[in-house]
């Protein structure tokens, strides 16, 4: 256990006035006294940096950043320059409009045992009100890349606490992604992980709070920006699985791109009909059953050109496939 390290929590904000003073009122109430809370502002016009610095003021291990000009707009960017602003050990981002629940810091602090880079625990799902608890589903595994890509696992951002000399000279957040951030980042990490170097805790440290302006909500239309992200993200988990022979995520990837391929032609999303195309083309062909299903998939896009075809079920079709 590192038993004083210091921890450094994360929250990037854009005008998060109505949830950001109980976020920060559960960070300043935790067990664990050797933290920094480290709010970095997007852009906010609304009376967030003013409740932000408040908190500063008052205790000064809040420290308020705004997101320099020069770095993109979106959390991820946030994420990534309230990183480099860290002074503690260990690193854990935090959203503004969640709760952490007292012993949230403590906890994760003494599972931090020799060999460990990061730390996961359980959380609530809640309603906007913080009412209505349902436990994440956590549970120890030593198949913690596949576990989490099938969402068997049920994490979010605050899920993870990282060694910082861990993450340091590494990638991190996508500032191009609009939507499944943590997602393409903690699969991206977890891919290679040995069971030695992750601790899976499963009590509940945190409030986890869905409300109508959630990306869970609106995106229950077609976006198309949410599903260019999700393409990009399912492509790489699906190059990455190959390349580890992970037949489990390949498969599964495999027929998630058919999914959003399916309802990007639905939509008329041309980009992203071409995005997915040439991704499943230029990696179907290892297997005899992949490139069964490639002959299908351009017979099926050749036809798209001369009529819609979504009225056949060609994508139940091929997502019976195996390919891997």
């Known amino acids: 256990m590192i038993s004083d390290a210091k921890f450094s929590i994360v929250i990037p904000v854009y005008n998060g006035e109505k949830y950001l003073k109980e976020a920060l009122t559960s960070v300043q109430k935790q067990s664990y006294f050797n933290w920094e809370c480290i709010v970095v502002d997007d852009g906010s016009t609304d009376s967030s940096v003013s409740i932000a610095e408040l908190f500063a003021l008052q205790d000064n291990r809040f420290k308020i950043f705004q997101r320099p000009n020069g770095l993109p707009k979106g959390a991820n960017s946030c994420r990534n320059f309230g990183f480099d602003q860290t002074s503690g050990s260990i690193v854990n981002w935090f959203d503004a409009d969640d709760y952490m629940l007292p012993e949230f810091i403590e906890t994760k602090i003494q599972a931090f045992k020799k060999g460990v880079k990061l730390v996961i625990s359980s959380g609530f799902f809640t309603n906007e009100l913080l009412e209505n608890k349902k436990s994440m589903q956590i549970f120890q595994t030593q198949e913690l890349y596949t576990d989490y890509f099938l969402w068997k696992l049920k994490l979010t951002t605050a899920s993870v606490a990282f060694k910082k000399s861990f993450l340091t000279s590494k990638t991190l957040f996508n500032s191009t992604l609009k939507k499944s951030q943590e997602f393409e980042f903690f699969t991206r990490f977890f891919v290679d992980l040995s069971f030695e170097s992750y601790c899976i805790i499963e009590a509940e440290l945190f409030l986890y709070r869905s409300h109508p302006s959630s990306k869970t ?108």
Not at 252 to 269: D, G, P, Q, T, V
């Open 217 to 324: 909500s609106l995106n229950q239309g077609y976006n198309a920006d949410f599903k260019e992200s999700e393409a990009f993200t399912v492509l790489e988990n699906f190059k990455r699985s190959i390349a580890y022979s992970n037949t489990t995520v390949a498969n599964s990837s495999y027929r998630l791109l058919i999914n959003l391929l399916y309802k990007a032609i639905a939509n008329n999303h041309s980009s992203n009909i071409e995005v997915i195309y040439r991704g499943l083309m230029d990696n179907l062909k290892a297997t005899r059953r992949g490139v069964i299903a490639s002959h299908i998939l351009r017979r099926m896009i050749k036809c798209n050109k001369l009529f819609n075809i979504n009225f056949l079920p060609w994508d139940k079709l091929l997502k019976k496939i195996n390919v891997y």
